[in-house]
């Protein structure tokens, strides 16, 4: 284990004496804190280790063979380190493109995320809907068999929001209120005038952005995301594990590049985790 210094070592080596079930949550940078934030709230007790990909941000412009070749080290990253019980695989992209490689290669249970696709067809009266998501995710064969499968008899119009990411990890924290509404602008005024009445969040970086995209679609555009199914699904899954002796109450984030300014010090401080600095994966 490598800590940003021999404190955080000795603190991270006692995280392996802790209550279990024990959760970790994989993600390119900060789209899977409002998810483990939701499990944490629900479920305090318990020992959750969140990892920023930083150094492999982002993953929505990568190839496939990119993607699970580096989301398949980040995870033999966490097992070697914190031997999760259950991993959480917070990106829309990792999990449509590297969630049956993980599940063959490791013998552990994995959630992943997945665009509200279901959800948003089920509530549309106008069967119009908008999905947003990274250049990877809108075109994947995954994204065709989701809306084939779930709403087949609704027009799908997508938005490729790549650069929307890359604002929510590096610039958010700087932000303004205006500058937050000016960044989710174009895609919103792309959905307005194609007349949908739902939009998916098909990244969960744009989670983030929720409040700024429901501001100016309006009250008639439903606004969908997959926290509250996900969260519930992983709060089944630690349940099927057992509670155990609950010991202690840790949510540690790292990152696997340092972080420059202090943008994920503050995302730790807004979702009530620790930030622990760099955790070293090959």
Not at 180 to 188: F, K, S
Not at 255 to 262: F, L, V
Request: aromatic content about 10%; proline content about 4%; some cysteine.
């Amino acid at each position: 284990m490598h800590g940003t210094n021999s404190t955080s070592f000795s603190a991270d080596s006692a995280l392996l004496s802790l209550s279990r079930p024990r959760l970790a949550v994989l993600d390119s940078g900060v789209g899977g804190l409002p998810y483990i934030h939701w499990i944490f709230r629900a479920r305090p007790a318990g020992v959750y280790i969140y990892l920023a990909d930083t150094a492999g941000f982002p993953y929505g412009s990568k190839t496939e063979e990119s993607i699970i070749d580096m989301v398949i080290r980040r995870v033999g990253c966490l097992v070697q380190n914190f031997d999760p019980d259950i991993f959480l695989i917070a990106c829309n992209t990792a999990s449509v493109v590297a969630l049956a490689a993980l599940r063959e290669r490791f013998s552990k249970p994995f959630v992943g995320v997945v665009p509200a696709v279901k959800p948003a067809a089920q509530q549309s009266a106008a069967r119009r809907i908008g999905l947003i998501a990274t250049s990877e995710t809108v075109v994947s064969s995954y994204t065709e068999n989701l809306i084939s499968t779930f709403a087949a008899d609704c027009d799908v119009v997508r938005f490729a929001g790549q650069d929307l990411v890359d604002f929510v990890e590096n610039d958010l924290t700087r932000a303004d209120e205006s500058d937050r509404l000016e960044a989710v602008r174009p895609a919103c005024d792309f959905f307005r005038n194609a007349g949908v009445d739902n939009l998916v969040l098909g990244c969960t970086h744009y989670l983030h952005l929720q409040k700024e995209f429901q501001a100016l679609l309006g009250p008639e555009v439903r606004v969908v995301d997959s926290v509250d199914g996900v969260g519930r699904q992983v709060l089944l899954r630690l349940e099927d594990l057992g509670q155990g002796e609950q010991s202690g109450k840790v949510f540690n984030i790292y990152t696997t590049s340092p972080d420059e300014g202090s943008s994920y010090q503050d995302f730790a401080a807004l979702y009530g985790g620790d930030y622990r600095g760099v955790l070293s994966c090959s």
